[in-house]
């Protein structure tokens, strides 16, 4: 049997039990949690890995077309906040792409998309410095005919709109984010760990790093280091393998959601974990920002 770590609760079961909410009925992650029945448990855990695999196409999707819509950023750099619609979007899935579009471009992110009532239903993700539902609250009193709803905390919320109310409230969101958000808050940074002594890119320090719950104020290590990329391929069409010479050792690594190469040289934010290849276990890379 293998070891279950903090990791696959937040990568593989959570998502999991999640996307039966978002695109079909949330009582089947709960009846998969509680049931006795270890063969009921099976048929449900593969219902959901299938909720889940329909869960990733429509966001992917939905990325693409967010990204398409985006343009570059960098010729819009002064738009303190992101708010992106698509007739195509599915509301299930809003809340997933406004994160990723939050994590790449560092602004506040709503991502809206028209519910069976005809109205916008929106979901976003915030950055330090910005108190989402608090934005919203600001937003409903400069734009009261315009929000019919909303709820959330700092960093999440939700909303729904009017139909024809969302340039006003893109306008007001904009507004408030202005306000409130300096260049500094804008400017992404990430802080790290340091470098890694290369006599602890071992399997003991992962076993280390993965023996403790890590989370939102108490994150997993994040180590920063210059290295040479020696090898780079997509895998998947999504993802960016690479071999880089690091700590003076070359070493297998991998960036999830990346496909734009790598220079010749990069300095490098990672985590440390493992990767099984061939029925043994090895040291792995995983890259998660660069500096070129």
């Known amino acids: 049997a293998q070891r279950c770590r903090a990791e696959d609760f937040g990568f593989a079961v959570g998502p999991r039990i999640n996307a039966a909410g978002r695109l079909a009925d949330m009582t089947l992650g709960i009846e998969c949690l509680l049931t006795d029945d270890a063969a009921r448990a099976h048929e449900l855990a593969a219902a959901l890995d299938a909720i889940n695999r329909e869960r990733r196409d429509l966001q992917a999707g939905m990325h693409e077309r967010s990204e398409a819509l985006l343009g570059d950023l960098a010729e819009r750099a002064s738009a303190p906040a992101v708010v992106l619609f698509d007739e195509g979007f599915h509301e299930g899935v809003v809340g997933v792409v406004a994160g990723r579009v939050k994590d790449r471009w560092h602004r506040p992110t709503f991502v809206f998309a028209r519910g069976t009532d005809g109205l916008l239903k929106g979901s976003g993700r915030s950055i330090a410095g910005f108190h989402l539902r608090d934005a919203l609250d600001l937003v409903s009193k400069r734009e009261p005919d315009a929000l019919l709803r909303f709820g959330g905390h700092a960093m999440a919320a939700g909303c729904t709109l009017r139909d024809g109310a969302l340039p006003a409230f893109t306008r007001a969101l904009q507004q408030v984010a202005g306000e409130w958000l300096d260049a500094a808050a804008l400017a992404q940074r990430l802080p790290t760990d340091g470098a890694l002594q290369p006599e602890w890119f071992d399997l003991a320090t992962v076993r280390a790093i993965e023996s403790h719950v890590w989370g939102a104020g108490f994150e997993a290590p994040l180590f920063c280091d210059e290295a040479q990329v020696l090898q780079q391929r997509l895998v998947a069409d999504k993802h960016l393998k690479l071999r880089l010479l690091l700590a003076g050792t070359p070493r297998e690594a991998?960036?999830?959601?990346?496909?734009?190469?790598?220079?010749?040289?990069?300095?490098?934010?990672?985590?440390?974990?493992?990767?099984?290849?061939?029925?043994?276990?090895?040291?792995?890379?995983?890259?998660?920002?660069?500096?070129?």
Do not use: K, M, Y
């Open 254 to 292: 991998i960036w999830f959601g990346r496909t734009d190469p790598l220079p010749a040289r990069a300095r490098l934010a990672f985590r440390l974990g493992s990767d099984r290849f061939q029925g043994l276990e090895r040291v792995q890379v995983f890259v998660v920002a660069a500096c070129e």
